[in-house]
């Protein structure tokens, strides 16, 4: 059975409102860094019948990360930003979907944020979140920064929470466990920290200014 637009946009309206539907369908977000907090995002983001996704990210899949990372083990050794794109094409079709294997520096970070909306940190290094997040604020102070810090380990998932840290920054996680932290990575958890992000993005796409 093949889908069409107007039925899956009908499907989506019937859950979430012709009106909010819309603002999601105009929506661009750029989601920077694909492993298991940007892979699970742009999953929800897509299923949630956001219109235009910017995937980047420099990295290939590994089999490191299918405990986590929204990816297949026929697809270990893609070009990330590749293989998201075909999975999300899987899951709705209808999206605009640019996949970009590239690095994000602070040489290039303008040239490549220029036309998204929002932008969604979800680099794993917190010299990488700094300078994307520190970045961002300073050449686009317009537009939102939704930021992860804090998923590793089996803590209860109570313990992540989204809080608005600054006028235009978001931040998502437990703000105290760290990846380097060797309190290993589990997929439930850093996937309730993916939706605290996903969920906080569609906020910022209806109008909201606070978690």
């Known amino acids: 059975m093949s889908l069409d637009r107007e039925t899956f946009r009908s499907a989506l309206v019937a859950r979430h409102g012709a009106a909010r539907q819309a603002k999601f369908e105009a929506a661009r977000v750029a989601v920077c860094g694909l ?24 990295d290939r899949v590994e089999p490191s990360n299918l405990n986590r990372q929204q990816y297949a083990a026929a697809q270990v050794g893609l070009p990330k930003a590749e293989a998201l794109r075909a999975n999300l094409a899987a899951i709705n079709p209808f999206c605009d979907v640019v996949a970009e294997t590239v690095r994000i520096t602070p040489e290039n970070l303008a040239a490549l944020l220029a036309n ?9 290094r917190a010299e990488a979140k700094a300078m994307l997040v520190s970045g961002v604020l300073e050449m686009f102070p317009e537009k939102p920064v939704v ?65």
């Open 35 to 58: 492993g298991g907090l940007g892979s699970n995002v742009s999953i929800a983001l897509a299923r949630a019948g956001v219109g235009h996704l910017h995937l980047i990210d420099f």
């Open 116 to 124: 998204d909306d929002i932008i969604c940190e979800a680099f794993d």
């Open 147 to 211: 930021a992860a810090s804090g998923m590793s380990g089996l803590a209860s998932a109570n313990a992540i929470t989204t809080r608005r840290v600054s006028k235009r920054l978001y931040l998502c996680g437990d703000g105290t466990t760290d990846v380097d932290d060797n309190l290993g990575l589990y997929g439930a958890r850093v996937l309730v920290c993916a939706a605290h992000q996903a969920t906080m993005i569609l906020r910022l796409i209806d109008g909201a200014n606070e978690p």
